[in-house]
């Protein structure tokens, strides 16, 4: 593998290594730029499992009938129930399965 590639995938890693604190903080200090970033969002899940790949794999993810599903989905934390909060995180989902594109999208006012 050459250095530029391992570099690349670094810089990947490292970019979605941030995504989860970024999440949590909007969630926990920004109720309200959550809100109005999902108040932008539409679409529906497709259950492809990337946001639970981000960074490493869920320890709650499972299969259920050959589709992602989850242990705690009642009772998930809001950096899952709320993901993805902006097109930040769907870039980031994007990194990880690129060939299955997300349910969600964005109106134009929210990529600005």
């Known amino acids: 593998m050459s250095l530029s590639k391992i570099i690349l995938l670094g810089r990947t890693k490292l970019q979605l290594l941030w995504g989860t604190p970024r999440r949590l903080f909007w969630n926990v200090f920004r109720p309200g730029y959550v809100r109005a970033s999902l108040a932008q969002r539409s679409g529906e899940c497709r259950r492809c499992g990337a946001c639970c790949r981000l960074v ?8 259920d009938k050959g589709l992602p599903a989850c242990r705690l989905y009642k009772h998930r934390p809001p950096n899952c129930s709320k993901f993805p909060i902006d097109p930040r995180d ?11 594109p997300c349910g969600y999208s964005f109106s134009q006012s929210c990529k600005s």
């Open 90 to 100: 769907i870039a980031d989902r994007d990194l990880v399965s690129p060939n299955k």
């Open 56 to 63: 490493v794999q869920c320890i709650h993810s499972f299969e």
